[in-house]
């Protein structure tokens, strides 16, 4: 193999395998890429070694830090342990073969912090896969994806034929030169996961009635907070027994005891919006007379 078609391949699997490192290990752990190619035959075969330091050797023996072994990085990449669930596996199913109709893949994810795991669902054929949330989160980040294509440049030119890792030279994974051209061609960034719109609480209060509503679902004036907010009131039962006139303490001045559901827009610059979802208790307003006793 011509350096020039390898130099740049084994700096972008290094930098795959420091970007892992960084991500699980942050600065606590650093890690060397020893390669040793065999460039006698025309093949993309590499011997791949990931050595970190005895200094943080020491740190995962006592338990310290809780540093990531050389081991657990190379699994995430998909250079050691079950074929599948890997970086490499992961961007040859989603994108290792064309569409049936022809359309781009895309991909959502669904992180589980409890268990360790993310779910990709892949659009337009209908399947689900499950990889670690390390291997998730290194292939959503579009430096790793494009260092995936540099280390697969080289299937490109006619003399090779494919990309293999070997874990005690028996194949762990393969990639042909129609997968890579497929990956190459196909494959853009994974979406990381979105951050949701707005967020949502649940708070128990004590709103004021400033303005009610005895007709339809219409919002009602409510002081809280210093202000008056526009407020649905989502307690269907309470709300047919007031404009039915079964709650006749139901007026302004009156207090109403609520659980609200706040929704914050994740634009702090919006409003947050109000709904009361369960009316507790009525707190009637004090008669005019006792005010002068």
Same mark, same amino acid.
């Given at each position: 193999?011509?350096?020039?078609?390898?130099?740049p391949?084994l700096?972008?699997l290094?930098?795959?395998?420091?970007?892992?490192?960084?991500?699980? @290990?942050g600065?606590?752990a650093s890690?060397?890429?020893l390669? *040793?190619?065999?460039?006698?035959q025309k093949?993309?075969q590499?011997?791949?070694s990931?050595?970190?330091? #005895?200094?943080?050797?020491a740190?995962?023996?006592?338990?310290?830090? @809780?540093v990531?072994t050389?081991r657990?990085?190379?699994?995430?990449?998909?250079?050691?342990?079950?074929?599948?669930?890997?970086?490499?596996?992961?961007?040859?199913?989603?994108?290792?073969k064309p569409r049936e109709d022809?359309?781009d893949?895309?991909v959502?994810?669904?992180? *589980?912090?409890?268990?360790g795991t993310?779910?990709?669902?892949? *659009?337009g054929?209908? *399947?689900?896969?499950?990889?670690? @949330?390390q291997?998730?989160?290194?292939?959503?980040?579009?430096?790793?994806l494009q260092?995936?294509?540099?280390?697969l440049?080289?299937?490109?030119?006619?003399?090779?034929?494919?990309?293999?890792?070997?874990?005690?030279?028996?194949?762990?994974?393969?990639?042909?030169?129609?997968?890579?051209?497929?990956?190459?061609?196909?494959?853009?960034?994974l979406?990381s996961?979105?951050?949701?719109?707005?967020?949502?609480?649940?708070?128990?209060?004590?709103?004021?009635?400033?303005?009610?509503?005895y007709?339809?679902?219409a919002? #009602?004036?409510?002081? #809280?907070?210093g202000?008056?907010r526009?407020?649905k009131i989502?307690?269907?039962?309470?709300l047919?027994r007031f404009? @039915?006139?079964?709650?006749?303490?139901a007026r302004p001045?009156? #207090?109403?005891?609520?659980?609200?559901?706040i929704?914050?827009?994740?634009?702090?610059?919006?409003?947050?919006?109000?709904?009361?979802?369960?009316?507790?208790?009525?707190?009637p307003?004090?008669?005019q007379?006792?005010l002068f006793?």
């Amino acid at each position: 193999m011509d350096v020039q078609d390898l130099a740049p391949a084994l700096l972008a699997l290094a930098e795959i395998a420091k970007t892992a490192n960084k991500q699980v @290990n942050g600065d606590r752990a650093s890690i060397k890429v020893l390669v *040793n190619a065999d460039t006698e035959q025309k093949c993309f075969q590499l011997d791949l070694s990931l050595i970190q330091s #005895w200094m943080d050797q020491a740190s995962m023996l006592i338990g310290k830090d @809780n540093v990531a072994t050389a081991r657990q990085i190379a699994e995430i990449i998909g250079l050691a342990g079950p074929p599948a669930g890997g970086l490499f596996w992961l961007y040859k199913r989603i994108y290792g073969k064309p569409r049936e109709d022809g359309e781009d893949t895309t991909v959502s994810f669904e992180a *589980n912090e409890a268990t360790g795991t993310t779910i990709i669902n892949i *659009n337009g054929d209908g *399947n689900s896969i499950e990889v670690s @949330n390390q291997t998730a989160k290194l292939a959503q980040d579009p430096r790793v994806l494009q260092h995936v294509k540099t280390v697969l440049e080289p299937l490109h030119q006619p003399d090779y034929e494919d990309f293999t890792i070997l874990t005690e030279d028996k194949p762990l994974l393969q990639i042909d030169r129609e997968e890579a051209r497929h990956i190459k061609s196909r494959a853009l960034p994974l979406p990381s996961e979105t951050e949701p719109e707005s967020f949502v609480s649940m708070v128990d209060g004590q709103v004021e009635i400033v303005t009610a509503q005895y007709k339809g679902s219409a919002q #009602w004036g409510l002081w #809280w907070t210093g202000r008056t907010r526009q407020m649905k009131i989502d307690d269907e039962r309470w709300l047919e027994r007031f404009q @039915n006139g079964d709650e006749p303490d139901a007026r302004p001045g009156a #207090w109403l005891d609520v659980t609200m559901e706040i929704t914050q827009p994740r634009d702090k610059k919006s409003p947050p919006s109000f709904l009361v979802k369960h009316v507790k208790q009525i707190i009637p307003p004090p008669d005019q007379d006792d005010l002068f006793e």
